[in-house]
């Protein structure tokens, strides 16, 4: 991130995210930090002021993201809240009544509740016409769901969950319908984390839902509108989930060219080498590429033209250079890299983990080729 872009948002902005930073290099401890990220508007950047948000737009939003990461050095955290803003709060902005922004977005724009998107489930997850949870009326005009989910990000914790459910059988277009559902919903029962490589202090978790009762109320979009709630959500996650990674790398980076010119080799610092000094240009290159697109993804949704072709190459694209950059990176401390204090192989976990969330590399190349007419 630039001086210049953080400027171009005005002195407000640029003093606003100076002490961003400032809070971030402290390193928030999760147990406070959502309340405090929400204190200071980080989780309501890209809402409009009209809904209750600071309506800085995407581009603050991303930046705020990147600028999180890099100081703080956490990968779990900033991923969390990307994953909020990104799959349940755009969708309740989009597609919530007053009522829903006053029950759920409030809450969740000012960090005093946590959001959980759960649309994945053990058998299906790009193939949406083979998700089975499912939702029935019932003779009081309330929904009984009935299924489980899987890989659910924030699941364990999480105060409201955004639930897809089949409610017709058919094409997913009109067959799928979204649901809020509040921890603690009789029949909901959410599951404990799922221990995994990457990404620590994520929450993953499964969820069971066992004729779990949802009021009408609590139905987002219309019947049979679960589909355009999850392209709304995808089309948002994909382009923008991986913000924090462009702080990753930039901490990254920086560590690994203090340590090439701190530490000498034949006595020479190791900067000095070319086959170092290439690979910390190609690092600089993934950096340079992937946050280029991505910003440029982000002032084309602050100009309200984000499709789902730029969402796709967005997500691809800086995933595939945060794998290059962090194929590099073990190379510069050699076998040091096996030590926890480098965080190149934690680095290189979270790197393997970009490629499948939001949809896996080959699904955001299928989506690009269909864009292409191919």
Same mark, same amino acid.
């Given at each position: 991130?630039? $001086? ?59 930046? &705020? ?97 955004? *639930?897809?459910?089949? $409610? ?81 790398? &930039? ?23 070319? $086959? *170092? ?36 190459? $967005? ?33 290189? &976990?979270? &790197? ?23």
């Amino acid at each position: 991130m630039t $001086t210049h872009q953080a400027a171009a948002h005005g002195a407000e902005f640029a003093d606003w995210l100076a002490g961003l930073r400032a809070w971030a290099g402290k390193c928030p401890d999760e147990s406070t930090a959502w309340r405090e990220a929400g204190a200071q508007g980080l989780l309501s950047l890209a809402v409009p002021e009209t809904a209750g948000g600071a309506g800085a737009g995407y581009e603050a939003a991303c930046l &705020a993201l990147e600028a999180f990461a890099e100081e703080s050095g956490l990968s779990g955290l900033p991923f969390s809240m990307a994953a909020q803003m990104w799959a349940c709060q755009e969708p309740i902005l989009e597609f919530g009544s007053e009522a829903q922004h006053a029950r759920y977005l409030t809450p969740l724009t000012s960090g005093t509740a946590v959001g959980a998107f759960a649309a994945t489930e053990y058998d299906s997850g790009s193939d949406l016409l083979s998700l089975r949870t499912r939702a029935e009326r019932d003779g009081e005009g309330r929904w009984r769901l009935d299924g489980s989910k899987t890989f659910v990000t924030n699941g364990p914790s999480a105060d409201v969950f955004l *639930i897809l459910a089949r $409610t017709a059988e058919g094409s997913a277009l009109s067959g799928l319908t979204a649901f809020l559902v509040p921890r603690g919903t009789p029949g909901l029962r959410p599951g404990k984390v799922i221990e995994k490589t990457g990404l620590e202090g994520a929450q993953l978790g499964s969820l069971l839902l066992d004729d779990c009762v949802v009021d009408d109320a609590d139905r987002l979009g219309g019947t049979g509108g679960g589909f355009a709630v999850l392209m709304h959500a995808m089309r948002h996650e994909r382009a923008f989930i991986l913000a924090p990674t462009l702080g990753l790398m &930039a901490r990254a980076l920086g560590r690994a060219l203090d340590h090439t010119r701190s530490r000498s080799q034949f006595g020479q610092p190791l900067s000095s080498y070319d $086959t *170092i000094r290439r690979r910390l240009v190609r690092m600089h290159l993934s950096l340079t590429s992937a946050r280029e697109l991505l910003y440029a993804t982000a002032r084309a949704a602050d100009r309200n033209s984000l499709d789902h072709g730029r969402s796709s190459l $967005t997500k691809l694209h800086v995933s595939t250079e945060f794998n290059r950059f962090c194929q590099e990176l073990p190379d510069l401390y050699g076998g040091y890299a096996l030590l926890p204090e480098t965080g190149a192989t934690a680095l290189l &976990a979270d &790197a393997v983990a970009s490629r499948y969330y939001s949809g896996t590399s080959d699904m955001q190349m299928k989506i690009i080729a269909e864009g292409l007419g191919l």
